[in-house]
């Protein structure tokens, strides 16, 4: 619930407005990234993931991007909406079933 | 969530008891995982398993135990509560491609 958000880095962007929602991961052996949204009380959802062997990938109105050499990723939300509002959480992981290592999140605040 | 459900949703416990939550999945995936979070630190690892009767610990498994005598099911338990295990519990399942599914968590308060 709201109790997760606290402490967050926060952007905030108008609507209409594209959101760039930037990750730094840890591990220069991962080879596979996810980008999950949390929204108030529930559980994080899959956006959008990108394996190392790609420095682009999009979806609808969701694209990452992946930069190994400095380990960053970042998620950008074309013509962000209200329905955006939530916390963006990147996860890495690498040779295969290793447990997803979350980052820290942002949260993601519309103004209408 | 489809395919995966927690229980109890909410629950106040006093210091020192036990406490058990529940996972089930109706998916038949090899993979679960229990998550706990916490503002300022994102989702971290409790405990995972692979299998029936076969488990590992995660980054924060101190103080927790865990059970998978089904597939469908992964129980965490709390031998004795405490304070600092107050937080909010995500349950996941790994469909084989990496992105797993969460529960909707369950938020347990320790006074």
């Known amino acids: 619930g709201e109790s997760v958000g606290l402490h967050l880095p926060t952007l905030s962007v108008q609507e209409g407005d594209n959101s760039i929602i930037n990750c730094a991961y840890s591990n220069s052996a991962s080879d596979y990234f996810i980008w999950y949204k949390q929204e108030s009380g529930k559980g994080p959802q899959f956006i959008i993931d990108i394996r190392s062997n790609m420095d682009k990938r999009q979806g609808q109105r969701v694209t990452v991007l992946l930069n190994k050499t400095v380990k960053h990723l970042s998620l950008q939300i074309a013509a962000t909406q209200p329905g955006d509002s939530a916390v963006y959480f990147c996860a890495e992981t690498y040779s295969g079933n290793t447990p997803l290592v979350f980052g820290k999140g942002t949260r993601l605040s519309v103004i209408a | 969530d489809a395919g995966i459900t927690q229980s109890p949703r909410h629950k106040v416990t006093e210091t020192g008891t036990p406490v058990t939550l529940r996972c089930h999945q109706t998916?038949?995936?090899?993979?679960m995982y229990w998550y706990r979070q916490d503002p300022g630190h994102g989702l971290r690892l409790i405990h995972y398993s692979y299998g029936v009767k076969d488990t590992d610990k995660g980054e924060v498994s101190d103080g927790y135990s865990v059970s998978r005598s089904k597939t469908e099911d992964f129980l965490l338990t709390l031998e004795s509560a405490t304070s600092s295990q107050t937080s909010v519990y995500f349950c996941?399942?790994?469909?084989?491609?990496?992105?797993?599914?969460f529960g909707s968590g369950t938020r347990l308060t320790v006074v």
């Open positions: 996941a399942i790994n469909p084989g491609n990496y992105g797993y599914t």
């Open positions: 998916e038949n995936h090899r993979y």
